[in-house]
Each structure stands twice: as structure tokens, then as C-alpha cells.
């Protein structure tokens, strides 16, 4: 039998700066396209790689096929037209762009809304976030070969989905934050049938924690796979559970308190080993989190008052001339819009940014060298990027 | 990593004896009682006013006629057609409809072979979502626009009691920016207002505060901003959309607040007037009020040489005889009228037509006469004592009070009449008893019960502030005089004005009665109009219609064709709808004067 690795140490060969040596006319290297539909992520997405035997020398990172011009669009529509554009530029979790556009308006206009509109946001978001992180564990397990994980964790999804079409109405795209406050109050008897569903995602997620974190073949791939150094945290722009995992404490909950997360008791996970599995680790934490935050919040919650603040008419809603970054805590890190208003009734400049687009196009080139070709969709999943919210 | 990592993922098999969550029958799912399905239109609720077509940002809905609905007054006669190919399912419609007819159903499945069905198309076909009581509404406690209008400022009713202010203090900058801000431009009152005057275009002038614009859309169809910002019968605010949400817009309020804002000096200037080239032919125009004004505003403005012949010494017509002070002061009036006057036109006043000139010789000196004469002649009740030299009509004594003449007012007064002008006259004579004797005696007696009475509601509110007493739903029947002097008003109980058919046929109960005291009766139940400076022969020549009124064709030509006619002898009576015929019977002119 063939010793694989019998010269192991020689190849790649490496360039005094650590990059790998390429030249493609030594016969030695293959192109390989991967994607537009590629298993590493929600929506489409290409790698060019270079690979040599079955592992990556070089990753470029193609994106493009998902444009439709959301922004620009926006600069055309009324501030209250652009809530139903706005939810798609991150179709798994539209939430944290309502809040954003929303919150805009409200800061730029000077508009103060009830408290009760800031819980039932607050509440959105969390479960947003939870129901992202539930459908992201499906992909990571998948892209290791764990395919039920994947069938488990979007049944509970699907509960949660449940919760939101009785606030909002909607099952994905819910715009039910409004400037000015929301569309309405969590419905009777919804926190009897919220607490159920938390306890089926906590007897779903037992199962997963034990079928997947404490899998041989999922420690295996994943332990020791993409990792992110401390130090480019900050060169790269790295947020959320990417930068948690490597022991930074990034979090806009914290850093940046919005709507009512300051009188909602939880700590920040952060992680040691910077590598997928850690990053996954943190993930499934944050689901817990989610799950007790949601619980607090059903208590401390009010159940009737105020939730929508007076408003002009939206039709000739005027914003007054004005910059603004306002940001959340989505589940791939920070979310942010940053808008230009002229005084007019629309949007000047919209931009919207999205964590993916540091992860998935930067850090993921950096990543991908010397990973084994068939880990790449485990990597770009332990990424956790949308790519709707690269290309805006 | 250990052994226990090996085995423990085997644990996943004890889900193959669990029952699949699964749904086995996605189709017959019932979705949330918010859900935001497929629309269900309340037809006969929505008045077709386009703002869920304005609103959708995916062009997803279209607007579009239908049978067996008519366009009526305050209804475009269309209703919304939704593209669910485009429809987005945002739900912004339902919260913007102003009659709160859209709505949603939680119907989410619609299986059909044919992608062009895929429509929400109004009455078109049935569906089984029709009927149905869930799905998504416009939660309550939550609007998109403010439902309630700016309130207008006027003054205390102590310190207006004895004066003829202006009451209507009038719009400041914020708060017509802010009133303006409510109007969701569907257009319905453009339909509705006689003058068809452009009322978006005037209040998005307000709105992005261009004064000149708002002046230039306001002449457009109305030369009379000020009287009409005043006096306007406001037609249009009783159609706007936004009153089923809560106040109409005050549409007349802000159509003043344009004309008070722009100095009379720059009328010229801004609305392009300064240089119009004059023709060699001659228009008359018979009286000097708003449908004669306005027919010689747009004469002028088409290079005719108009003169305005007028039985009064001043101008105005009603406007300034007929209403008094504190509705509309008189330099309003002549600041409209000043410019037209600027264009050239010539007034001619204290020169009546039939007794000063003849209308043939005014046929012989111009090419085309227009009459606008107005009603000024009052009508009597007719009852016992109504001839007594104590018993005024209300046209005639305001006439006099606009004048400037003195009036004998009395101690204790009644006037008969339900409408505005039983209003104008009482608020008038309540004044000057205030300025006489210090108090108000006046009382307001009127056939009509209070819910049905004609006079805008204001006026019924205001005269109330200023002491009038109101006795709504008495009859006339005689005037008590004692000695030669008027004692009182005997009336009766007035049990129903009009008859089943809508006929004004009053019933009475006799033996309910009462006896207002006064000294002096005033009548205001109405006017005629006073057509004898026609010859015989023309007379005989003009055709009237059913309603006694001066028949028309649509250029306001009457059945003489060098004759237009226009006003409250054609329709109304309104100030609006006098100005639309003077504008009318400017293009008639025009028309007929070219073909000649």
C-alpha cells in the first residue's frame, strides 16, 4: 500500500512569508470550481480553489449570484416601502433588518416608541436568533455527514416559525416592527404554548448534543478545522460566535445595549479554541441562551398597553437630513445599517452591514489553505454566513 | 475524544419507534388567526381611494372599474385588483386602507393550472376565503397617517360677542405643514368640487411649503382664494377618504393659508400676468359676485375687454352682502378682487341692469353678455303679520349692515330659518344688541330638528357660544301685534320637514305650541332670485328647468345665445359652484366668440 504521506512535509512548498507556492504549470495543481450552489452555505456562492491532491493551496471567493440591488432599490422607495425589501436581505433572519431600518427612522425622525414595543421587539430578535441557530446546526452537521441533525433541528425550527405566525402573522418574512413600534402584542395564551415549544427544542437539542457533540466523526473534522487567531479578530472585522470562539467577548448585546437587552440578566460565551468546533460549541450555547432569555423576557414582558407611537403620514413621511449607524446582535455578529438621509422622504444611502461579507468573502480565502478539500462546506457552515447579506 | 463518541450518535435509533412530526395533510393546515393570506375587499366599505395601490412597493396592486359599482361622490367607482405574482404579502395595504375594507384572510393554498389566475380580482369570482373571519386586520390603536385634523384656532367666544373680528384665526406654518401632512391624495375631492380645483396639488404646495406653486394651482380654477378660503361650502372635505379614518382634511383652511401668505403685490408676478395681449372684443358681465368674477377673471386672462355691471356699490355679490364680517372681512374680498381689477377688467357699480340700461342695449354694445345676478331676494313665510314693518328678510338687513347703514335692532329679536344665513343674520343682530343693550335676546327658531338642520355645524356651535338660543323643530304660524308693535312669535310643533319621498312637506302637531317673545321678527328662509331686467320677450325665450332655475348647456351658454348665465340662478347656491360656472362660461365665450 501506497505511504500517503511519505512526502507529506515537502509538498506544499512555502514562500518565505508562509504562503503556499503555486505554479500551476508544474502539473502538480488543479483548479476546482465549487459552487454557484455550493453545500457550505444558505444560497449561492462560488470558490475557486486550487488544489493540490485533495488539499486547498489557494481559495478565491466568487460572489454575484444572489445581487438584487436591495440598497439601491431602496434609495427609490418611500422609508415605509423599504420594510417589505428590507426583510430579504437576510432571508434566514429578516428580523434584525427591520429593527435596523425601524430604529433608523425612529433616531433620524426623533420618534420615541412604548416600552412595550421595545419587549415585543426585543422578543422578535431573540426569537430570530433562535430559530437561526437551529437551522444553521443543520447545515453544520449536514456538511459532516450528519444528515437527521439537519431533519431534528428544522422540526423545532418549525415551532418556533409557528410563534412567530401568531405575533406577526408571517412565518419568515414577518414585518411587524414598524417605525414608530409594532403591529400588535404577543396573542392570548401564547406564553403557555411558547414555553412548550422551548421545552421540545431543549429535548431536541439533548439529542443533538449527544448524537453531535459527542460524535467521533463530527470532534474529528471539526476539531482543529478554520482556525481564526485572536489577532485577526480585528484585522479581519470578525464578529458574533467567530470572534466569541477565539475568547473575544464581541457582543452587541453587551457592548452596545439596544431596545431592552440592559434588564435582561445573561453573560457573554466566549470560547478558547477558535476552531469549528468551538465555534459550533458556542452556537449550540447560544441556543440556550436564547431559550432563557426568551423565558425572562415571558415574565418581565407587559401583556397590554401602548405599542405603536403617533406617526405622520408614511406616504410623505419626511426623515430630516441625518447620518446614523445603528446595529444589533444577530447570529453571525454584528448587524448594522448605516444611513444618509437628504430630508427627503427616502433614503439617501442605505448600507447595510452584514457579518457575512467579512466572513464569507475575507476570512473564508484566509481559511480555506491547507484545509482538506472535502472539509471546505464544513468550514464555510462553521462560518455561518448568508450570503443575501454580501450582496445587498 | 473517546469510545463513548463512537457509540453514543447510535442513540439516534430510538426516534424510529417515535410517531414522525411530520404534518400528513399540509393542505388542510390552519394557519394563525393573524396570518396574512390571500385579501378579502369589503366592497361596499371601500370608496376606491388608491392608497394600498400608493403604498404597495410592488406595484402589486392596480386599481380598476367594476361592474355594478358606480362612481359617486366620495367613491372613485374602482377597487383594488392585486397581482399575486408581485404581492409580497407585507400587509401594508390593509394598514393604510382608510375605510379599513381590505383585509386578509389565513387562507394560504390556491391550487389552479392556469399562473394568470393567480389575481385578486374584486367581485370577479367567488372564493372560499371570502367569508372568512380570520386572518390578518389592521390591529386597532395603530395608524400609519393621524386620523384627526389640526384644530383651528378662533376667538373666545367674550371677546368676539360685540365685534365683527375675523374669528378663524387661520393657519401657522406648522400647523398647515402638519394638517397638509394628512392627505393621502387619492383625488376624490377633485371629482367632488364643482370648480374641480386641483386640492392635492395645492396642499402638497402646502406641504412643501411653495406658497407660489399653491397660489398658481389655486388660479388655475378659482380666482377667489380668499373668499373661498373663507366662505367655500366645502364640498370636498364631506368626500375626503381620510374622514372614515377620523377628521376630514380641513381643505378650505389650507386653501386660505396659501392665499394669506402671498403679498397681493406679487400676484402678478407669480402668476405670469404682467403682459396679456388684449383682442377688440367686449364682454359684459352682470354683477360683480363670485361667478362674475370669475368669468371676467378668465376673460381677461384671454385678452377680452370685460366690464362687470353691478346694482350694489361695491364688489362681492353675496360674498360681501350676504356674508358678514367676522366670516369674511371685507378687505379679503377686495384683495381677490383687486387683482382682478388689475388685469384690466372695469367695474361699473350702482348701475342697475333693466332700470339704469337695458339688457338689449348691452346686447347692442358687446359681443356677449354674461349674467351672474345671485339671489337676492328673500322669501317670506307668509304668515299672519309677516307684512309688519318689524318683520325683515335677512338678505335685506345684512345688505344694509354690509352698507354700512344703522339698523334699529331690537331688544329681543326672533329669527326663522335653520340654515347659514338664519345663522349669518342672528350672529349679526346678536352683535350689535351687544353693542346696544349689553346682552344677547335673540332666539333662532327653525322647521327643521336640530339633526337635520341645514346650517354647518359650527355656525350652531358658535351661536350657541355667542347666547343665541336655538329652537329647532317649530313652526311658523303667526306673528303676535299688539297696538301696531310685534309681541312675539306663535309657533307649533313640527313633527317631520320633508315626506317619505323627500318632498319638503312639513307636518305639525297643533297642539303643541309655544310662544317665542320679541320685537322684531327676521325671516331667512331661503332666497329667490330676481330676474325682471329680462324684457317679456326675453323672458319668453329663456328656457328654465324643473327646479326653476336658468337652464344651461354645458359652456354655462343659456337658451339666448349671446346670453351665459352662471351663479346661484343656475346652481347652488354656493360660492364654488358660482365660480366653476364663471370659469365655464369663460371657455363658452370664448368658444362661441371665436366661431362667430
Redesign the interface.
Known amino acids: 500500500m501506497t505511504d500517503i504521506n511519505k512526502h507529506r512535509d515537502k509538498f506544499p512548498q512555502k514562500n518565505p512569508d508562509g504562503t503556499n507556492i503555486i505554479d500551476l504549470k508544474s502539473g502538480k495543481f488543479i483548479k476546482v470550481w465549487q459552487g454557484p450552489n455550493h453545500p457550505g452555505i444558505t444560497g449561492n456562492m462560488s470558490l475557486e480553489l486550487t488544489i493540490q491532491g485533495d488539499e486547498i493551496m489557494e481559495c478565491k471567493t466568487h460572489v454575484g449570484y444572489l445581487h438584487r440591488g436591495f440598497e439601491k432599490l431602496m434609495e427609490r422607495r418611500r422609508f415605509i416601502q423599504c420594510l417589505p425589501i428590507c426583510v430579504r436581505i437576510a432571508v434566514p433572519e429578516p428580523d434584525f433588518n427591520e429593527y435596523c431600518l425601524t430604529s433608523t427612522v425612529e433616531e433620524l425622525a426623533g420618534l420615541k416608541i412604548p416600552d412595550a414595543a421595545k419587549w415585543m421587539r426585543t422578543l422578535l430578535l431573540e426569537m430570530s436568533r433562535l430559530q437561526s441557530f437551529l437551522m444553521w446546526i443543520g447545515g453544520q452537521a449536514g456538511a459532516f455527514g450528519l444528515g437527521i441533525i439537519g431533519q431534528w433541528s428544522n422540526y423545532v425550527r418549525d415551532l418556533v416559525l409557528d410563534r412567530f405566525e401568531e405575533i406577526t402573522g408571517g412565518r419568515i418574512y414577518h414585518m411587524h416592527m414598524i417605525p414608530g413600534g409594532v403591529r400588535g402584542l404577543t396573542p392570548d395564551g401564547f406564553e403557555k404554548r411558547m414555553e412548550e415549544t422551548l421545552q421540545e427544542i431543549e429535548k431536541v437539542m439533548k439529542d443533538i448534543e449527544t448524537t453531535m457533540f459527542n460524535n467521533s466523526i463530527f470532534k474529528k473534522r471539526s476539531i482543529g478545522l478554520g482556525y481564526i487567531d485572536p489577532s485577526m479578530v480585528f484585522e479581519y472585522g470578525v464578529t458574533g460566535p467567530n470572534a466569541r470562539a477565539a475568547g473575544i467577548p464581541k457582543d452587541v448585546r453587551k457592548d452596545y445595549p439596544y431596545l431592552k437587552y440592559n434588564e435582561l440578566d445573561f453573560d457573554v460565551i466566549t470560547g478558547k479554541n477558535s476552531d469549528a468546533f468551538t465555534r459550533a460549541d458556542i452556537r449550540r450555547k447560544e441556543i440556550h441562551l436564547s431559550i432563557d432569555l426568551i423565558r425572562q423576557m415571558m415574565v418581565k414582558m407587559p401583556k397590554s398597553g401602548d405599542y405603536m407611537a403617533k406617526v405622520p403620514n408614511v406616504l410623505h413621511w419626511k426623515i430630516p437630513k441625518g447620518e446614523t449607524y445603528v446595529r444589533a446582535e444577530c447570529t453571525r455578529g454584528e448587524f448594522g445599517y448605516h444611513t444618509v438621509t437628504d430630508g427627503s422622504g427616502y433614503p439617501r444611502r442605505i448600507n447595510v452591514r452584514g457579518p457575512s461579507y467579512t466572513h464569507a468573502v475575507a476570512l473564508m480565502e484566509k481559511l480555506a489553505i491547507d484545509v482538506n478539500i472535502a472539509d471546505t462546506a464544513g468550514l464555510m457552515v462553521s462560518l455561518h454566513t448568508y450570503p443575501p447579506e454580501i450582496e445587498r | 475524544?473517546s469510545f463513548?463518541?463512537?457509540l453514543?450518535?447510535f442513540?439516534?435509533w430510538k426516534?424510529l419507534a417515535i410517531e414522525p412530526?411530520?404534518i400528513k395533510k399540509p393542505l388542510e393546515r390552519q394557519?394563525?388567526?393573524?396570518?396574512?393570506g390571500f385579501h378579502k375587499n369589503n366592497l361596499e366599505k371601500c370608496i376606491g381611494c388608491g392608497?394600498c395601490e400608493?403604498?404597495c412597493?410592488?406595484a402589486a396592486i392596480d386599481m380598476v372599474p367594476l361592474d355594478g359599482i358606480e362612481t359617486k361622490e366620495g367613491d372613485s367607482g374602482l377597487r383594488p385588483m392585486i397581482d399575486y405574482g408581485r404581492c409580497?404579502?407585507?400587509?401594508?395595504c390593509v394598514?393604510?386602507c382608510t375605510t379599513n375594507s381590505l383585509t386578509?384572510s389565513n387562507h394560504f393554498t390556491w391550487v389552479d393550472t392556469n399562473a394568470d389566475n393567480f389575481r385578486f380580482i374584486p367581485g370577479a369570482e367567488n372564493k372560499p376565503w371570502d367569508n372568512e373571519e380570520l386572518g390578518?386586520k389592521k390591529?386597532e390603536?395603530?395608524?400609519?397617517?393621524?386620523p384627526y385634523r389640526v384644530e383651528m384656532v378662533e376667538i373666545e367666544p367674550e371677546q368676539r360677542d360685540k365685534s365683527f373680528l375675523e374669528i378663524v384665526k387661520g393657519f401657522s406654518k406648522e400647523q398647515a405643514i402638519?394638517e397638509a401632512?394628512?392627505?393621502?391624495?387619492c383625488g376624490l375631492c377633485i371629482a367632488t368640487c364643482p370648480a374641480h380645483m386641483g386640492i392635492p396639488a395645492y396642499i402638497a404646495a402646502v406641504?412643501n411649503d411653495d406658497m407660489e406653486e399653491g397660489l398658481r394651482v389655486l388660479y388655475e380654477t378659482n380666482p377667489l382664494p380668499e373668499i373661498c378660503g373663507r366662505v367655500c361650502t366645502h364640498k370636498c372635505e364631506s368626500v375626503c377618504a381620510m374622514q372614515h379614518k377620523g377628521d376630514a382634511l380641513s381643505i378650505r383652511w389650507l386653501k386660505r393659508y396659501i392665499a394669506d401668505q402671498v403679498p397681493a403685490e406679487k400676484y402678478k408676478e407669480i402668476l405670469e400676468t404682467e403682459n396679456i395681449k388684449k383682442n377688440d372684443k367686449k364682454i359684459a358681465i352682470i354683477g360683480a359676485g363670485p361667478a362674475g368674477l370669475s368669468a371676467a377673471y378668465y376673460l381677461a386672462l384671454l385678452g377680452y375687454n370685460v366690464k362687470i355691471f353691478e346694482a350694489l356699490s361695491g364688489p362681492g355679490g353675496m360674498t360681501r352682502y350676504g356674508i358678514p364680517e367676522y366670516r369674511l372681512p371685507y378687505d379679503q374680498i377686495d384683495k381677490d378682487v383687486d387683482y382682478i381689477k388689475s388685469l384690466g377688467v372695469e367695474f361699473q357699480f350702482n348701475t342697475r341692469i333693466g332700470k339704469d340700461i337695458t339688457l338689449d342695449k348691452l346686447h347692442e354694445d358687446f359681443d356677449a353678455v354674461f349674467a351672474g345676478t345671485g339671489l337676492h331676494l328673500g322669501r317670506s313665510t307668509r304668515i299672519d303679520g309677516s307684512n309688519h314693518e318689524k318683520c325683515y328678510q335677512a338678505v335685506d338687513l345684512l345688505r344694509d349692515v354690509a352698507d354700512g347703514k344703522s339698523i334699529n335692532v331690537e331688544k329681543k329679536i326672533v329669527v326663522i330659518g335653520g340654515g347659514n344665513v338664519a345663522m349669518d343674520i342672528a350672529r349679526t343682530l346678536a352683535r350689535l344688541q351687544n353693542q346696544k343693550y349689553g346682552k344677547v335676546q335673540l332666539i333662532i327658531t327653525s322647521l327643521e330638528s336640530e339633526d337635520i338642520m341645514p346650517a354647518d355645524l359650527e355656525e350652531i356651535v358658535e351661536s350657541r357660544e355667542e347666547k343665541i338660543i336655538i329652537e329647532p323643530a317649530w313652526g311658523p304660524k303667526k306673528i303676535k301685534i299688539e297696538d301696531g308693535k310685534i309681541k312675539g312669535l306663535h309657533v307649533i310643533k313640527c313633527l317631520s320637514v320633508f315626506d317619505e319621498e323627500g318632498r319638503f312637506n312639513p307636518k305639525f302637531d297643533e297642539n303643541k305650541k309655544e310662544f317665542f317673545e320679541a320685537d322684531m321678527v327676521v325671516e331667512a328662509i331661503g332666497q329667490g332670485m330676481d330676474l325682471s331686467y329680462f324684457s317679456e320677450e326675453m323672458q319668453s325665450r329663456l328656457e328654465m328647468t324643473d327646479r326653476h332655475k336658468v337652464k344651461v348647456d354645458n359652456n354655462c351658454q343659456s337658451s339666448i345665445p349671446w346670453l351665459f348665465v352662471g351663479g346661484d340662478i343656475v346652481a347652488g347656491p354656493d360660492v364654488i359652484s358660482a365660480i366653476a360656472d364663471g370659469h365655464r362660461a369663460a371657455r363658452g365665450i370664448d368658444n362661441f366668440l371665436s366661431q362667430k
Do not use: G
Not at chain 2, 31 to 36: G, H
Not at chain 2, 181 to 185: A, S
Open positions: 475524544m463513548k463518541d463512537v453514543k450518535p442513540t439516534a426516534n412530526v411530520s394557519a394563525a388567526p393573524r396570518y396574512r392608497t400608493e403604498i412597493q410592488n409580497c404579502w407585507c400587509a401594508l394598514d393604510v386578509m390578518y390591529p390603536n395603530y395608524e400609519l397617517n393621524n402638519k401632512d394628512r392627505c393621502i391624495e406641504r
